[in-house]
């Protein structure tokens, strides 16, 4: 555990729940080095196949950086940061500050763990949800009621994006068995989870659809489920 990352909030078994040493500005905002190494082609992969136009709800939103940078590429859609931690949170409130525009939200403190998120306005008017990199540093009961809450806010046609790794029918890519096992050495609840077998059936009892499926870098992906 790195000093800076002492003051994240922490799961269960004591971890911080931020994985890696996230760089501070003189502004509040913060850097994650994965991001910067892949917020282009998860720009791309929105861009691509999620709403350009109306409000996303964004689920464990970090450091901001994704919002931020989607934004800027998208002039006509308005985003919500939300999340649990609020050393991350003050990091979302400092890009809100730092941007040229005002179409950044938030943040919301919603834990998708609980069966009933905050009655906010911003949750209802969303059109879109948006998810990176956190059902797999969680326990799997977050992956559950983001789904889960994800079939209670979008309307038909809204849509649900996941980015990160995920295993496929009971078959995972090298580096991210290593990575999977890593993170259940460091909490026992977390780990890579499995598309066809665990996200999917969730999916479907929420009442969404698998509508594109994008390999990325790394051998992660991007999951864009569908509201039916």
């Known amino acids: 555990m790195t000093d800076e990352n002492k003051h994240y909030q922490k799961a269960a078994s004591g971890q911080p729940l931020a994985l890696e040493k996230r760089m501070a500005t003189g502004d509040g905002r913060r850097y994650s080095p994965s991001i910067g190494r892949n917020r282009d082609v998860v720009r791309d992969a929105f861009l691509a196949h ?37 050393v991350s949170q003050a990091s979302q409130q400092a890009w809100r500050e730092a941007v040229g525009h005002d179409r950044l939200r938030g943040p919301l403190t919603i834990d998708t763990t609980t069966e009933v998120w905050p009655d906010h306005t911003e949750v209802a008017q969303s059109v879109a949800l948006f998810c990176a990199n956190m059902i797999h540093i969680a326990p799997f009961e977050a992956g559950q009621g983001l789904i889960a809450g994800a079939g209670r806010v979008l309307a038909s046609g809204g849509r649900l994006m996941l980015y990160g790794p995920f295993a496929r029918a009971g078959e995972i890519a090298p580096s991210n068995a290593r990575f999977s096992e890593d993170l259940k050495r460091r909490d026992p609840s977390w780990g890579v989870r499995d598309l066809d077998l665990e996200i999917l059936p969730l999916a479907t009892a929420a009442g969404l659809r698998l509508a594109e499926l994008v390999e990325m870098p790394a051998n992660n992906l991007s999951v864009i489920l569908e509201k039916e």
Do not use: F, K
């Open 50 to 86: 999620m709403p350009r136009r109306g409000q996303v709800l964004e689920i464990a939103s970090g450091t901001g950086e994704h919002g931020a940078h989607i934004t800027e590429a998208a002039p006509d859609l308005t985003w919500v940061y939300s999340d649990i931690d609020p």
